[in-house]
C-alpha cells in the first residue's frame, strides 16, 4: 500500500541560505522518526528521478511498510511546460502540499493565481495543506522607515494566508522555522493525520472489493443472530403520598390531639408527620429549641396559636394504650381550630394543594377576612426558618423544610394591616392559585429521612444483631401492611415497644426503613440488594421488590463480559434465592442472562447446579447457537483448505 503526496509552490526565500536542501519536503523526509531512510538515500531517489522532470521526486517508507511517493514542482514555468502529466499527478494525489515563503509575496501570487486554479480543478474531496514559512521581516519592530517599511509591504500577512486556506478548504500552517518543532511536530503532526486518513480510505475500499470477490466465490461466513431480547422488568407505581394521606383518615398511632374548648369535637394527628412539615410543630413538640430555629416569627406563631394541656383526658378514636395516651393541644384560635381537619388533610396530602385549602376554609368560614387570617397562619405554619416572609411573592418563594416551594410569603398576624380588606384577600387567594399550579414534589421523603435512625419522638425500639434501632409506628403502620398488622391486633408487638428482628442484618433492616420513610433506597450492590428483596418479601413490601429487582438487573447488564467472567458473584445462586422468594419476574430475567452469556456461565462450576428444567431453558435459549458454531466450524475448515484468510475470526 502507498501513499501519494504532491509540494506545489517555492517556499526557499524565506531562508537567506540555499534553500534546496534544507526544503520543507526534504526537511521532513530527512527528520520524521515516522519516515525510514537517511537523507543520502532519499538524495539518491530524488537525484536518480528521470521520468518525470517537471517534478523532483522522493521515495520513502512511512509507518514501516507503507511506501511514501512525494513529487515536488517549486517552479511554475516548469509545472505548466508539461499540463500532461502535472494534471495526472495532482489528480492521483492523496495529499496536497502548497507552500510559499511568508517574505516573498512573487511566490504567494504564483500559488494563488496559477496552482489554486489547477487544484479546485483536478483534485476531489483531496486533503490541501498550506504552509506559510519563514518569519516575517521587521515584523517585530515597528519601524516607519521607508526600507522597514519597504520590507514590510513585501510580506504576505496572516490574513491572506488564511484567507486563501478558506477559499480552497484547507489546513492553513505558519512555520517560522525548518527546526524539529515546527517540521516534526506541527508539520509532521497534520501530515501524518492525513496521512492515516487515506490508509484507511484504502484499506475500507480493499475490503469492499475483496468481500464483492467473495461473495461470488465459495462458501460464504455464517451470520450471527442477534440474542433474544430480555425480558422486561416494570416498577411499580409510588403510593408513598396516598399511604401518608390514609394515615390521617384511619386514626391509627394517634399520639396528638388537638382541641378548643368552644369548639365541639376534637382533631387527631401524628407529631412524626407534622415535625416532618413544619418548625412550629418541632418546637412545639420539643424537637428542636428556640436556640435550634433562631427565628422569631416561628416562635411567636407557636406561642399564639398552641399551648399543650396536660390535665385534661379527651378519648381517642384510635386504639390508643390507656398507659401512653396522645398529648393534648390547646389551639387558641377558634376559627383557625374548626379549619384545622382541612389543614391537616392539606398538609397529609403535601401541602400544596392550596385552591383546594382555600374552597375547604371557604365553606366553614363566610366572611372573607376570616378566610384570610386562616390561610396566612397556615402559611406561618409552614415557614422556613431564616426566610423574610413580608409578601406572597412568586419571586421569592419559600422552601418547606422538604425542599419544595412555598409560593407565597406572608406577614405574621400580629403584623398585618387591614387583615379583611378585600384587596388583600384577592391578592392571596389568586398567590395561592399561582403556587397550586407548580405542584411542587412530595417532600416527605426528604424530611422524613431527619427522623431516621433517631430517637426523636421514637414510640418504637428494634432489636437486630445486639444493636438497636429507634423507629415511628405511624410510619410503619402507614407504609407496611404487615407492620401495621402487627401493631394494631393481638400481637405481642402491639404491646411493646422493644421488639427483635429474626433473618435480616442490622444495614439491610435500615435500608428497608429507609425505603418506609423515604420511598427510595440505593444497596451499596447486587448482594445486599438481593438481601433487601428479601426483607422486602418478609415484609410483604411489593415496590421495595421490584426496586431491587430493577437495581440487580441493572447492574448484571452494565458489566463488561470480561467481569461478569471473573466475578465472584454466584448467578445461579441469585436465581435460587430470586424463585424461592417469589420473584418470578428476576428469576425468569436471570435465566434469559445465563442463556444469553452461555459461553461465560457454561464454564462455571455453578452451572452444573442448575436443575433439569433451568438447563433445557438455557440450552435452548443459548446464544450463539449450537447451529452458529457448527456453521462457523464448517467455514473455517473451508478457509483453511483453501489457505486464504478468514474474514470473520
Not at 366553614?364 to 377576612?369: Q, R
Not at 418478609?538 to 471473573?566: D, G, K, N, W
Not at 420473584?583 to 442472562?593: A, E, G, I, P, R
Request: charged share 20%.
Amino acid at each position: 500500500m502507498s501513499i501519494h503526496i504532491v509540494a506545489l509552490g517555492n517556499e526557499g526565500d524565506a531562508f537567506h541560505q540555499d534553500s534546496r536542501p534544507s526544503g520543507l519536503i526534504r526537511t521532513y523526509l530527512g527528520r520524521s522518526p515516522l519516515v525510514s531512510g537517511d537523507e543520502s538515500s532519499l538524495l539518491l531517489n530524488a537525484a536518480s528521478t528521470v521520468a518525470r522532470p517537471v517534478f523532483t521526486e522522493y521515495q520513502a517508507s512511512a509507518f514501516g511498510n507503507v511506501k511514501l511517493l512525494v513529487h515536488d514542482c517549486p517552479v511554475w514555468d516548469i509545472f505548466d511546460s508539461d499540463w500532461y502529466t502535472s494534471r495526472n499527478l495532482i489528480g492521483g494525489a492523496d495529499i496536497i502540499v502548497i507552500k510559499y515563503s511568508v517574505n516573498d509575496k512573487f511566490s504567494f501570487h504564483e500559488v494563488k493565481d496559477n496552482y489554486i486554479p489547477v487544484v479546485k480543478r483536478a483534485s476531489n474531496s483531496v486533503p490541501v495543506i498550506i504552509a506559510a514559512v519563514g518569519t516575517r521581516q521587521n515584523e517585530e519592530l515597528p519601524c516607519t522607515c521607508p526600507l522597514c517599511t519597504s520590507d514590510r509591504g513585501s510580506c504576505v500577512t496572516t490574513t491572506e494566508g488564511i484567507q486563501l486556506a478558506k477559499e480552497l478548504g484547507a489546513t492553513y500552517l505558519e512555520l517560522h522555522s525548518l527546526d524539529d518543532f515546527y517540521i516534526g511536530k506541527y508539520f509532521g503532526g497534520v501530515l501524518e493525520y492525513f496521512m492515516i486518513q487515506a490508509l484507511n480510505q484504502k484499506t475500507s475500499e480493499k475490503m469492499k472489493k475483496r468481500k464483492m470477490t467473495n461473495s461470488f466465490h465459495g462458501i460464504r461466513p455464517p451470520q450471527l443472530e442477534q440474542p433474544e431480547k430480555m425480558p422486561v422488568l416494570r416498577a411499580e407505581a409510588s403510593h408513598y403520598h396516598a399511604d401518608l394521606n390514609n394515615l390521617l383518615f384511619c386514626c391509627q398511632c394517634v399520639d396528638v390531639v388537638f382541641y378548643h374548648p368552644e369548639v365541639t369535637g376534637v382533631v387527631e394527628a401524628h407529631k412524626i408527620v407534622l415535625c416532618a412539615v413544619s418548625h412550629v410543630f418541632m418546637l412545639l413538640f420539643n424537637v428542636k429549641s428556640p436556640t435550634d430555629i433562631q427565628d422569631s416569627s416561628i416562635i411567636r406563631t407557636t406561642q399564639d396559636l398552641f399551648a399543650i394541656n396536660r390535665d385534661a383526658v379527651f378519648p381517642s378514636a384510635g386504639q390508643e394504650s390507656p398507659s401512653n395516651p396522645p398529648l393534648r393541644v390547646i389551639v387558641k384560635d377558634a376559627l383557625f381550630c374548626s379549619c384545622l381537619s382541612d389543614i391537616l388533610r392539606f398538609i397529609y396530602s403535601g401541602a400544596f394543594q392550596w385552591d383546594e385549602l382555600e374552597e375547604d376554609v371557604r365553606r366553614k368560614l363566610k366572611d372573607s377576612g376570616d378566610v384570610s387570617d386562616v390561610i396566612e397562619k397556615v402559611k406561618c405554619i409552614l415557614k422556613t426558618p431564616g426566610k423574610s416572609l413580608s409578601g406572597f411573592r412568586d419571586t421569592e418563594a419559600p422552601r418547606l423544610p422538604g425542599g419544595q416551594w412555598l409560593g407565597a410569603a406572608h406577614q405574621h398576624p400580629a403584623d398585618e394591616v387591614s387583615q379583611g380588606s378585600a384587596p388583600s384577600q384577592i391578592n392571596c387567594l389568586r398567590n395561592c392559585k399561582t403556587y397550586q399550579a407548580r405542584k411542587p414534589l412530595w417532600f416527605y421523603n426528604t424530611s422524613l429521612k431527619f427522623f431516621l435512625n433517631k430517637p426523636m419522638l421514637a414510640d418504637v425500639v428494634f432489636e437486630i444483631q445486639g444493636a438497636t434501632v429507634p423507629a415511628h409506628r405511624a410510619i410503619l403502620v402507614a407504609r407496611c401492611e404487615v407492620m401495621a398488622a402487627m401493631f394494631n391486633g393481638n400481637y405481642m408487638e402491639a404491646k411493646s415497644v422493644l421488639i427483635p428482628v429474626y433473618g435480616v442484618s442490622k444495614e439491610t433492616f435500615l435500608s428497608f426503613l429507609e425505603y418506609l420513610y423515604t420511598d427510595s433506597c440505593c444497596p451499596a450492590g447486587i448482594f445486599q440488594a438481593m438481601c433487601l428483596l428479601i426483607c422486602a418479601e418478609m415484609y410483604q413490601v411489593s415496590r421495595l421488590q421490584h426496586i431491587c429487582e430493577l437495581f440487580i438487573v441493572t447492574q448484571l447488564q452494565s458489566m463488561p463480559s470480561r467481569e461478569l467472567a471473573s466475578m465472584n458473584l454466584d448467578i445461579v445462586d441469585l436465581l435460587k434465592k430470586a424463585k424461592f422468594h417469589h420473584s418470578d419476574c428476576l428469576s425468569t430475567w436471570l435465566l434469559h442472562f445465563i442463556a444469553t452469556n452461555y459461553l461465560i456461565f457454561s464454564q462455571k462450576p455453578e452451572f452444573q447446579d442448575l436443575s433439569v428444567e433451568e438447563r433445557s431453558f438455557v440450552e435452548k435459549h443459548r446464544w450463539p447457537s449450537n447451529m452458529y458454531l457448527k456453521q462457523l466450524a464448517e467455514y473455517r475448515k473451508y478457509i483453511h483448505s483453501r489457505k486464504c484468510r478468514c474474514l470473520v475470526m
